[in-house]
């Protein structure tokens, strides 16, 4: 059993970095740890993940203004969205798989995110 929990501001301005933190309990070795975000009235969108070895990979779309890390210490892995503009405005989940190419199977229950100013 996984359980996650997203926290952060629930108001960014725009230009400035959108900073999530997904607190986590449980989950094992093979263990993929994802962001992914659906903006209003629009599907889900994939930002990246990162490995339990560490090792992050971002959707191309995103790549360039995204950054994910882990604190295996504190049981926390964060998102950084860069410059962020009210098209980033969303519901942001933390999501657990087992490996990169399966779907999620423990979602956290997501935070808004709005981007205004």
């Known amino acids: 059993q996984v359980q996650l929990q997203e926290s952060g501001p629930g108001l960014v301005k725009p230009s400035q970095t959108l900073s999530l933190t997904c607190n986590v309990s449980g989950g094992g070795y093979y263990s993929y740890w994802s962001w992914i975000r659906q903006p209003p009235g629009k599907g889900l969108e994939w930002i990246g993940y990162?490995?339990?070895?560490?090792?992050?990979y971002y959707s191309p779309s995103l790549k360039s203004r995204t950054s994910i890390s882990r604190d295996t210490s504190k049981n926390q892995f964060t998102l950084q969205l860069s410059s962020a503009t009210p098209e980033d405005t969303a519901v942001y989940y933390c999501?657990?798989?087992?490996?990169?190419?399966?779907?999620?199977?423990?979602w956290g229950q997501g935070t808004q995110v709005t981007v205004s100013s």
């Open positions: 999501a657990h798989a087992g490996n990169w190419y399966d779907p999620p199977d423990y």
């Open positions: 990162i490995s339990d070895s560490g090792t992050p």
